[in-house]
């Protein structure tokens, strides 16, 4: 993995761009999250999904109710012991999400500078003249001139799915806009997006707060992506409510960035949340096209430097219809990955795309080659520029333990952790190769019964750039006597082998903790 290992800013030998790459165990670095659909719940999709690159799996509750969802992933579950690939589970809320409502489903086609009204009255059809609204305090939102754009699922950019209206005048509680594109809009739900208008609605709705306490909880999920999150205050808000909800007290926030109000107080937001997903359909309506290349780099750099995963959407939309991606969008995916991204979600292009399977496998092969490129040297110093002087005791180690691998061109690195921040940290130098986070349950009892924490920790690496986790046997403990350690190494070390990714000879680079202290290790393996 490292040994192929290229710099853009060297010269490189044009014939050499062309010679097939080496397939490994591990498909990339970089890590895909799946949303699952239509076209991607079956037990045999899904297999395919996960030996294709797919850890995490996205339940996007806009659309489907709970029993379809609980359907979905029981299937996953099947997947997952099948294949014996590890998955983890993220729930995305609805938040407050703008809809427009076609009960009858039938296609409506929009003229360009044609006029429609948009009306809270549900009970009225949706026609080419007519959208019924879920919210009726857009007229009050809204002025002359403002920008609306109207499309199925997300925003493609492509013009024949959206439309873009402009707001001609207000009229009680209806809107009425001209429409600036022909368009023909499909099914029964539409997203609607004010373009930079603050929407009095809270970010976690009555229907999300019912779905997180009773799916959440029942499936005890590892991921909640908060929707249109717009103030720190949100995540604090959210994270008050899962305490109360005993096993989702471990669940972390992503905090998903949607408009300029998330913008703006981004810095914040990253302080309180476990990590970032940066919604890149919305965000490119908010923001001036010319604007959004800019954002991306400068939000993924402040996420690397906090150490926090952030997550890229949108990026191989035309992948939702065709099996090759576009020219830009293979670009995108690289820079994306070249920008510090830990993860790429796929939202319509598996959920309801017609090669979920084939979307997950190029997105991956694009990753892995723009790891090969990516300049690691510069990036680690860059992060340990930033982090200064006197780093914490764990930072310290976990940059040690990258720069010794590096050094010695170790096939992986091994770190032994029980809360899953130990290996985080090391992620965050990122090493050019993988690093097995091996979680040691920790036990717990609550005075009735005894029970082991781990499960999540391990699964929660799984949205994070280069780290694969493994569960060690509870009866380890991570801090006791140098011979059990010998033996969780072991098995960690045979995991490696049977994965392919440490053969005889190699070098491998092992961070424990010994007592009180840590303790990076460099071993060489025989035969």
């Known amino acids: 993995m490292h040994s192929s290992h290229l710099l853009l800013e060297e010269p490189i030998r044009m014939a050499s761009i062309l010679e097939p790459s080496k397939s490994s165990f591990f498909p990339a670095l970089t890590k895909i999250v799946g949303t699952l659909g239509p076209k991607s719940r079956s037990v045999e999709t899904l297999s395919g999904c996960l030996k294709s690159g797919m850890s995490v799996a996205r339940f996007d509750f806009s659309w489907g109710d709970a029993e379809y969802h609980q359907e979905t992933l029981d299937n996953l579950k099947v997947a997952v012991k099948s294949t014996k690939k590890l998955c983890a589970v993220m729930l995305d809320t609805v938040g407050p999400e703008l809809q427009v409502i076609n009960k009858s489903e039938k296609a409506i086609t929009l003229k360009a500078d044609g006029l429609v009204t948009l009306t809270p009255n549900q009970d009225q059809e949706a026609s080419s003249e007519v959208l019924p609204i879920n919210f009726d305090g857009l007229a009050k939102a809204v002025k002359k001139g403002d920008t609306i754009f109207v499309g199925q699922y997300l925003f493609t950019g492509s013009e024949t799915t959206s439309v873009w209206l402009e707001v001609d005048e207000v009229k009680g509680d209806d809107v009425i806009c001209l429409s600036r594109n022909a368009a023909t809009l499909a099914g029964a739900l539409f997203t609607l997006h004010v373009s930079q208008v603050h929407i009095d609605l809270p970010t976690l709705t009555e229907k999300d707060k019912e779905v997180i306490s009773t799916w959440g909880v029942q499936n005890k999920i590892d991921f909640l992506s908060l929707s249109y999150c717009r103030h720190a205050e949100d995540v604090r808000q959210t994270r008050e409510m899962l305490k109360k909800l005993g096993d989702l007290s471990q669940t972390q926030i992503f905090a998903k960035i949607e408009n300029v109000e998330g913008l703006t107080h981004f810095d914040e937001i990253l302080q309180e949340a476990d990590g970032i997903i940066l919604s890149r359909g919305n965000l490119g309506i908010d923001l001036p096209p010319e604007k959004v290349f800019l954002f991306q780099k400068a939000a993924l ?105 590096i050094k010695v061109k170790a ?117």
């Open 301 to 405: 750099y402040k996420c690397n430097m906090a150490g926090k995963p952030a997550v890229l959407t949108r990026v191989v939309d035309s992948m939702t219809d065709n099996l090759r991606p576009t020219r830009a969008e293979a670009t995108d995916v690289a820079n994306a990955v070249l920008d510090g991204s830990d993860a790429i979600l796929l939202g319509a292009e598996t959920l309801r795309g017609l090669y979920p399977v084939e979307t997950i496998s190029i997105v991956g092969k694009i990753c892995a080659e723009a790891e090969k490129v990516f300049n690691q040297d510069l990036y680690f110093k860059k992060t340990v520029k930033y982090v200064g002087e006197p780093m914490s005791h764990l930072e310290s180690i976990a940059s040690s333990a990258v720069r010794a691998a």
């Open 411 to 527: 096939s992986v690195i091994i770190c032994f952790t029980s809360s899953g921040r130990a290996a985080r940290l090391i992620a965050k130098y990122r090493p050019t190769m993988p690093v097995l986070s091996v979680v040691i349950p920790r036990v717990k009892t609550n005075q009735l019964k005894w029970s082991f924490s781990g499960a999540f920790e391990a699964r929660q690496s799984l949205i994070v750039r280069g780290l694969f986790p493994m569960l060690a046997d509870p009866r380890h403990p991570a801090e006791s006597t140098s011979a059990t350690n010998e033996s969780v190494l072991k098995v960690a070390l045979d995991h490696g082998k049977q994965a392919g990714v440490i053969k005889s000879h190699d070098r491998v680079v092992v961070c424990q903790k010994v007592g009180d202290a840590s303790v990076v290790k460099i071993i060489e393996l025989e035969d």
